[in-house]
């Protein structure tokens, strides 16, 4: 497999040094930041990986779709814009994979705590909250991770409706909102916890990253999956889609 990596900060090198062990994939080519992204950028390769920020996708989003080569995408901090790029993929025929975390313990993670969230869910004793931390360099706040882990949670219980990363102005929570606390801290890789208190008990869920890895191999192996589905099942999907065939082989 023939890789071009969008991409050349932290997260990129780490993606190049797992495919640089690998004895069926290469580094087809590595595009970044000087590098002027059209279309023809990306022939010869099978797939693209995608390791930027918001604004820099943004404005190559057009050129990768066009490209018709599929493409995982790992930058995280558009999902406002996520329905219309989602349409634009499927309208192209194109196939593109958005994860906001491809390692696969953080999508365990994903999965149990929409499991919790569902259980607590008749019990209004049970109050929920998340936090996550990061690097002081992490450009989004709250991180992709941790709005991903908001959404299972307003998604398996409907006591909780929205989304609040800060109270302002001495405002009390409310009961039907979901704080989301964000720290961030010297060179921390990312940790992400639920809390789930009540009177009696206390439940707390929290994956630690403690290095790259987890994260540039779960890419990688996301990439060979999509490949394939990109002969049969062209369009936008999601780690679930992923996932589920990956939990069910």
């Known amino acids: 497999m023939k890789i071009t990596l969008v991409g050349n900060g932290r997260m990129g090198r780490q993606i ?15 595009l970044d930041v000087n590098d002027a992204i059209t279309p023809e950028s990306f022939e010869g390769s099978d797939v693209i990986i995608d390791f930027t920020v918001r604004a820099a996708f ?5 050129a990768i779709i066009a490209s018709g080569v599929p493409v995982v995408v790992g930058t995280t901090g558009w999902d406002d814009l996520m329905p219309q790029i989602a349409g634009e993929v499927n309208a192209a025929g194109s196939t593109m994979l958005y994860s ?6 953080v999508n365990i993670f994903f999965r149990t705590l929409r499991e919790a969230a569902r259980l607590i869910a008749p019990f209004e004793q049970f109050d929920i909250a998340l936090s996550e931390q990061h690097h002081t360099g992490k450009a989004d706040f709250p ?6 882990a908001a959404e299972e949670v307003l998604n398996s219980n409907p006591r909780k409706r929205t989304i609040v990363r800060e109270l302002k102005d001495g405002r009390k929570l409310q009961s039907d909102e979901l704080q989301v606390a964000s720290i961030r801290l010297g060179s921390v890789f990312g940790v992400h916890s639920a ?4 009177e009696s008990d206390t439940i707390e869920l929290t994956h630690t990253a403690k290095n790259r890895t987890g994260f540039a191999s779960g890419a990688v192996r996301a990439a060979e999956w999509l490949v394939q589905r990109h002969a049969t099942a062209p369009g936008f ?4 889609d992923f996932l589920n065939d990956l939990f069910t082989a």
């Open 58 to 62: 943004l404005a190559n989003c057009k």
């Open 100 to 105: 906001a975390n491809f390692s696969l313990g």
């Open 237 to 240: 999907c999601t780690m679930d």
């Open 195 to 198: 809390f789930i208190d009540s």
């Open 143 to 148: 991180s992709g991770t941790a709005i991903k």
């Open 16 to 30: 190049a040094g797992i495919v640089e062990a690998s004895d069926s994939n290469v580094i087809h080519k590595v």
